[in-house]
Every structure is written in C-alpha cells, then in structure tokens.
C-alpha cells in the first residue's frame, strides 16, 4: 500500500474506504459489513465516514465493522458546520465515538464551512485533543480562500488535510488549492474519485482502460494515487468492485500514460469555484 504523510508525520493508506450513503439500506448491512472489513484485509485501512452520513447510521455500520481491529483501522470523521462550536463540537464527538465504539477518532474534520467563526471550531478541536478523544483535526470543502484564512487562526496550521471534490473530471482544485496545500506539506483527501459512478461511464475513460489492460475505475483511482500528496476515499459496499478498485494499487500509472489522460481530461486552464457533490 502506498502511504501518504500527514503533517504530523503519521504515515496513513492512500487509497481508503468512503461511506457515503452505507448504512442507509438495513437490508445490505451485513453486505456492507463484510465489504468494509474485506478492505482492511487488502489495506484500506483508512475508512472515512461522518455524522451526516445517515445521521449516524454509517458511523454505526463503521463501528461494528472494525469491531476486534480497531488497531489495523485510521478513522476519520466529520462534524456539521451547526455543530463545530465551542458547546455542541464535544456533544456531536461524543455521539459519534458511541456510534463508532472507539475511543478516540484519529481524524475529525469540519465538513464544511458554516456560521461558526474558524477561530472557534480550531478551539474546540483543540480541546477535544486535550481530552483524548480526537487525535487530529482537518476540514472538508474548504478553498484556497478559507484555507488562507484557516492558516491565519490561532492553531490553524495544526490542520491535516483538506477533504475535497478531486477526480480527472474535476480537476478545478489544481489551479490554487492543491499547489497551496503543497507548499504546505497537506494532503488532499479526493472524495467521490468515481464521480458516483458517472466518471466511469465517459467514453474516453473506458477506452484508455481498455487499451491499458485495466478497467476505468482502476484507471480513475490510480491516477489519483500517481499524485503526490492525495488519498482517495472510493466508496462501495459492493466486494467485487471494491476488490476491481484494489488492484489499482498494481497497475500503476507511469509518465505516458498520465500524459495521456491529461490530453483526454485536461487540467485547468484558470481559476474556479472550489466544486462540491
């Protein structure tokens, strides 16, 4: 498995496990279950959730998931904006802890950026670190903007990651954000790196996959994984395209081929508003 460094120089997988949407279906858990624990077995042993995710419901499918393995596993979760607040951030860590049956997160990240001044939310992470029930902190859907503006708080550097919309047909974030981040040494955590299935389905995707022996989903995250400083967080509850989206991890993209899909699915040309799904 390929490892990414955080800045506080914990080494974590590349290539991780979203959640999005597990849990949602009673009848798929046990499904699920199994596919979130197959993924520790091949090393996506990052597994991101959040407590929008069902309102809990995929947090709790995560905990009983990693139930006995919970040293094999990095956990990251995030906090509704409402909620990223002196008062309510250690109500919502907490019930995400009991839904999760662990006792620290290793990564709570702001989802998004809310009402809640950024001084603030670095507050109260902060003092949940103190407690010992957070390990480290970052944020989601954050621009170059508010990222700048995050740098300038009190504690604001101590940030992790920035968890964003990053795939081949969504590359706006290379123009100022990634290049920021960079320079910083913050990896970018690439949700939806399948576009929700959609990415796949483009032509031009499934026709490279097939002429480089593998298929577009591999094609899509393994483009990922051949950029400095991302993780990508593919979700599926499915085992059999979680295994397909696995074995990118042994085709690994070299300087044609990217060369290639930069003339298929260009890299920007200017500056545009940070994209969200």
């Not at 607040?85 to 019930?95: E, G």
Request: a negative charge.
């Amino acid at each position: 498995m390929k490892k990414v460094t955080l800045p506080c120089g914990e080494l974590v997988a590349a290539l991780g496990q979203g959640t999005w949407r597990i849990g949602d279906d009673p009848t798929r858990r046990q499904e699920e279950i199994d596919c979130l624990r197959r993924g520790i077995d091949l090393g996506l042993t990052l597994i991101d959730t959040a407590e929008m995710y069902g309102e809990g419901l995929s947090e709790a499918l995560v905990g009983e998931a990693i139930e006995g393995r919970r040293d094999e596993v990095f956990i990251v979760s995030k906090v509704y904006p409402h909620n990223a607040s002196h008062r309510s951030m250690p109500v919502s860590c907490d019930n995400s802890l009991k839904r999760l049956r662990i006792d620290a997160i290793d990564l709570y990240l702001l989802h998004w950026q809310g009402d809640v001044p950024l001084a603030e939310t670095v507050e109260a992470f902060e003092a949940l670190k103190r407690a010992g029930k957070i390990r480290h902190w970052g944020v989601s859907n954050l621009d170059t903007a508010l990222m700048r503006e995050l740098n300038d708080v009190p504690g604001g550097a101590a940030v992790q990651t920035d968890q964003v919309l990053y795939n081949l047909g969504r590359r706006g974030v290379e123009w100022d954000l990634l290049p920021w981040l960079r320079e910083r040494h913050i990896p970018v955590m690439a949700y939806s790196p399948l576009e929700e299935g959609r990415l796949v389905q483009r032509r031009e995707l499934m026709d490279f996959a097939k002429r480089h022996g593998m298929t577009p989903s591999q094609v899509a995250i393994g483009w990922l994984l051949a950029q400095d400083g991302v993780i990508a967080i593919p979700k599926t509850g499915n085992r059999q395209r979680l295994e397909e989206n696995a074995l990118a991890l042994e085709h690994p993209l070299t300087t044609a081929p990217l060369r290639e899909l930069d003339a298929l699915f260009p890299p920007p040309r200017g500056p545009s508003p940070l994209e969200m799904i």
